[in-house]
């Protein structure tokens, strides 16, 4: 079955400090993964995709097929940064989309 | 200004009234979505349409309906047969097709039942 976790409801850190946010999956076959964010009072957005590599607000995440797992990472994480984040996935043809419960980080002064 | 729009952003219901939200798109996307979003649980997909006329459940599709009349409209009945129907419901679209593959969602709508 297609699921995707994320074990952390809630994540605080201290400004400046290094933040890993984790996403692990199942799924049969190559999926997409993606990350998710929905800052106060904005709606739900793409933040970044595996397959486009790139680095978002300095944000990167790497696809590891052995672990099954998509984790978000910022070397040095700012206050601005606090909002919901969400791993997800869908199929290559961009179908059957499954999203993670979602952790909330929250970066303190 | 193209886009995603939702309405109401917010809606009282009493129990045992029926209920619908808008939702509609101006970026010509193939398919559409209904979420639910509840605190811890994440978004579930309650209903999707990859084409007019035509509508597939999602994981909790049970006491929801919609319709796909239209390319750039799809809205949702909130029944008197859901049971528990207090939520945020987000739409989203998105195009179809190979490495495509992004959803961009409305601002949302918040149904109380009272």
């Known amino acids: 079955a297609q699921r995707v976790t994320q074990p952390e409801k809630l994540l605080s850190v201290f400004k400046g400090a290094p933040v890993e946010l984790k996403c692990n999956y199942s799924?049969?076959?190559?999926?997409?993964l993606f990350w998710y964010v929905q800052y106060s009072r904005q709606r739900l957005q793409l933040l970044l995709r595996h397959i486009s590599r790139e680095s978002i607000k300095g944000f990167t995440a790497d696809l590891n097929k052995g672990e099954t797992s998509f984790h978000l990472k910022k070397p040095f994480a700012q206050e601005e940064d606090s909002a919901m984040y969400y791993c997800a996935l869908s199929n290559s043809y961009g179908q059957n989309f499954v999203f993670g419960p979602g952790t909330r980080l929250s970066v303190l002064p | 200004d193209g886009g995603i729009t939702q309405s109401p952003k917010y809606l009282f219901r009493k129990e045992g009234q029926n209920v619908t939200l808008s939702c509609e798109q101006n970026l010509n996307h193939d398919a559409m979505y209904w979420y639910r979003q509840d605190p811890g649980q994440g978004l579930r997909l309650i209903y999707y349409s990859q084409i007019v006329n035509d509508f597939q459940k999602g994981d909790i599709a049970e006491g929801y309906s919609v319709s796909r009349e239209k390319k750039e409209s799809f809205p949702l009945t909130v029944t008197s047969a859901q049971k528990n129907p207090t939520a945020f419901y987000l739409c989203?679209?998105?195009?179809?097709?190979?490495?495509?593959?992004?959803?961009?969602f409305g601002e949302g709508s918040r149904l109380t039942v009272l």
């Open positions: 799924y049969s076959g190559s999926p997409e």
């Open positions: 989203a679209s998105s195009i179809l097709g190979p490495n495509t593959g992004e959803l961009f």
